[in-house]
């Protein structure tokens, strides 16, 4: 149904309401990362960023002739997320509003609009929408867009008939996505000359246990002079994609004596877990990775690793029987060599029961300690330092937040990496803003934080998908021999303070075991595992391992970054079309986002005037 021309007016006073930081509204087009936000690619998200302005661009384009909705929600629940909707009605007029979740289904407008609209289209398939926002903005409704992963939910109707938005499950989906990705693919060179090699096992039956670590001990590509391998993907097979959880790649020491065969990584036999040094690492949720032009691992000279063990978790929830599979790692490699040879440090808790988790808990934090200072002496050889350019994060089901933290000659000087907001099912390895230098002498510590709420035991360090993982890979150059810098809490420390004299490491679980894990507790073992002494434990490519004890250093909080005000206001009622949408220009594009009627032009123009006017009387420079 048209609007009376009596509103015509009202549609036409927000207009020109566009928020303090509209000069800088971020990348124009193309934008350089795109996904799909549901299985059925409908919805199809675009996006670009502009760091230095700390704005971010998406263009959402769905199959669809109704309303569309894109916005930043959390792990626990949709309600209260940041959505921005917008939608053509029948007679061709645009709304868009910047809103929120009241509840599953509800959604009201902000106090404040911080989105600003760029285009908004409809054809006879698709509704698109683009727009900017800042990363972060002062109205509590905005949820910020940081480095962490992010959950993009995105939803949309099948018309615009009514004029309102109520979510719908089936039209309504969740995906987690790093939206600040520091480096495109196609920002990389390609060498001129390239080689694929694939490092696989062969119809493998996958048992029917809960968890399998599958091992195989194969060679790299025999090569007669030095060459980089620069990139790597997972080879996936099709119908068994979701059972494989990682699979990694050790380098192996060429002194290593190693067995045949496919077995169990953990089990009787213990040759199948030598070779320690992780230099190709992938899990769920990742893609490809190429690394930075100036870096590769190195073949083919008389000290690089000719052999590597290939390790495949398999998660067979299920029990599914009669599935094999054929996964494994597919590896680029050139003669064209980069400037330096990479390494990978494997830094967290220690992986086995003596890391624990209570039951019930809202979070729990662990923490694992790395010395570098004697690095030198485990190698028996000098090392230079450290130059860090990426890094890849891992825990298993309760794993909510992960951080690298640096110190130096005791005080605490950045933050490596981090994600506040940790995805088990989005694990890629990601490339830094800024290289770091680690010196040798500096302290690094991990730090992980569990929630345990649907648990009603312990869960303890282990292989397993139930169990837990604390681990962060640093990928660096130039590479050296230490393959992992790990610590743990001392037990029989953490056993006194609930009162039990124990004797060794198998006591003190039991005791930990017959806690009664109420809130109190919960903070008291956290409390003790960070003040307990920490045991680090430093391994090498070739096996060798040196133990040594240490104590957790404080973190000091971060701060967070100034907000962007927005100018756009309060929602007023008047402004209100339909129910709580802010009225915004139309497109250039197509026609059937429809125009405005040529009598209404000099009304138009007269506003306009008005609203320049108004905003040269009243500018003010943009906050920071």
Known sequence: MALPAAAWPLLLLPLFSVPSWGGHIGPKSPLRYSRFLDPSNIMYLRWDFDPDAEVITFDLQVRTAGWVGLGITTYYTNVGADLVVGGVLPNGSIYFSDQHLLDDVTVEPDGSQDAHLQSLVQDSVYTTMRFSRPFRSCDPHDRDITEDTIRVIGAYGLSDQSGQVKL???????????????????????????????????????????????????????????????????????????????????????????????????????????????????????????????????????????????????????????????????????????????????????????????????????????????????????LQDLHVYGYLLHTHLTGRSLQAVQYRNGVQ??????????????????????????????????????QTLDRDSMTFGGPSTMNEMCLIFLFYFPRNTISSCMGYPGLIQVAREFGEEVSDVMEGLMVMSGVDWTEENIRKAERACQEADQVVIIKTIDEMVTNRTGHIPAIAAPVRGSCVESSGGKVEAQDQIPAGFRAAPSSSGPASAGRLPAPLLPALLLLLLQGVALRLLDASPPRT
């Not at 590509?221 to 060459?227: D, G, L, R």
């Not at 959880?245 to 009787?268: D, E, M, Q, R, T």
């Not at 099912?425 to 680690?438: A, F, H, S, W």
Request: aromatic letters at 12%; a negative charge; hydrophobic letters at 35%.
């Open 413 to 450: 000087l950045r933050t490596i990496c981090k994600d506040n907001a940790y995805d088990f099912n989005l694990q890629e390895t990601r490339d830094l803003k800024d290289r770091v230098e680690i010196k040798l002498g500096d302290e690094l510590l991990v730090e992980c934080v569990y």
């Open 168 to 382: 719908e499950a089936e039209r309504t989906f969740v995906k987690s996505i790093f939206l600040l990705q520091v480096i495109h693919p196609d920002q990389l060179d390609s060498p001129d000359t390239s080689y694929i090699y694939d490092i696989g096992i062969k119809d493998f039956l996958i048992p029917e246990d809960d968890t399998t670590y599958a091992c195989s001990f194969l060679p790299l590509p025999i090569v007669k002079e030095k060459h980089h391998i620069y990139k790597f993907e997972p080879r996936l097979t099709y119908h068994n994609e979701t059972m494989v959880h990682h699979i990694l790649v050790y380098a192996c020491g060429n002194a290593s004596v190693l067995p045949k065969g496919v077995n169990n990584c953990y089990g009787s036999d213990p040759a199948f877990s030598l070779c320690s040094q992780v230099i190709i690492g992938w899990a769920v949720g990742g893609t490809s990775y190429q690394f930075p032009d100036d870096v590769g691992i190195s073949i083919g000279t008389p000290i690089d690793p000719k052999w590597v063990r290939l390790e495949i978790h398999y998660s067979n929830v299920h029990g599914l029987p009669g599935i094999y599979d054929s996964s494994g790692m597919r590896v680029f490699f050139t003669p064209i060599l980069r400037k330096y040879d990479m390494g990978v440090l494997q830094l967290g808790v220690y992986t086995f029961p003596i890391h624990f988790l209570p039951p019930g808990a809202t979070s729990f934090h662990s923490y694992g300690l790395c010395q570098t200072d004697t690095f030198e002496e485990v190698t028996g050889s000098p």
